[in-house]
């Protein structure tokens, strides 16, 4: 855990929970296990965290969280590319072997939810999908999905989104200081019952560590 939080600059906050694990196939890779939460988020806020894998969790919920600004009406919505800011990060790759998203969820503020006699849900979302276009060799330029969510697959009665990650090893994206450019595809059936769109989410993170000894 020391070597953790070296690696990510700073201890965790107290809004996320860490775990370590190893496989056998390489016992000198550690797997840093890091579930962040964030309430009532706030897209036009600077993330204030001090750690490294905090900062990049951050980046992600607000991106997906973003997309809910554009609801405007009930119809397949224009929406243009969205940037997911990586922050001022330095990751030393001696060390930090992989970075994966492991689940990203959204819901309701808890408050927003009481205040709405809990009318608050999704079942205004068809689908909410971002792609990105990546280089595959022999073959040039192409698009590919990076996380999706689908009415039809919805297990928690609308009151949540839970997205599924479709790209694995992430780390390659991870430069300091840039924009990745993710395309964004948002299909809604209706105007959602309560227009106080403010979201709490969670984010889980694994990060493959190799240990300097």
Known sequence: MKVAEEAGQSELSLDAIA??????????????????????????????????FEQIGNSFLKTVAKLFLAVVGSKN???????????????????????????????YNKEVDEHSDYLA???????????????????????????????????????CLQFEILEDNIIDILKP???VKLKPSLSIASLPDVSDIKLDGVVEMQIGLKLPF
Do not use: H, W
């Open 177 to 179: 200081n840039t924009n």
């Open 77 to 107: 919505i224009d929406i243009n590319d969205i940037d997911l800011n990586i922050p001022d990060i330095s990751i030393d790759r001696e060390i930090i072997k992989s970075f994966k998203i492991k689940r990203i969820f959204l819901q």
């Open 19 to 52: 775990t370590l694990e190893t496989q056998a196939k390489d016992p000198s890779i550690f797997y840093l296990n890091i579930k962040y939460n964030l309430k009532n988020i706030d897209v036009f806020e600077a993330a204030g965290m001090p750690n490294t």
């Open 121 to 159: 849900n999704f079942v205004f979302v068809n689908t909410l999908e971002l792609s990105r276009k990546v280089t595959v060799p022999k073959i040039g330029e192409v698009e590919t999905l990076f996380l999706s969510y689908r009415k039809s697959r919805n297990t928690c009665l609308y009151k």
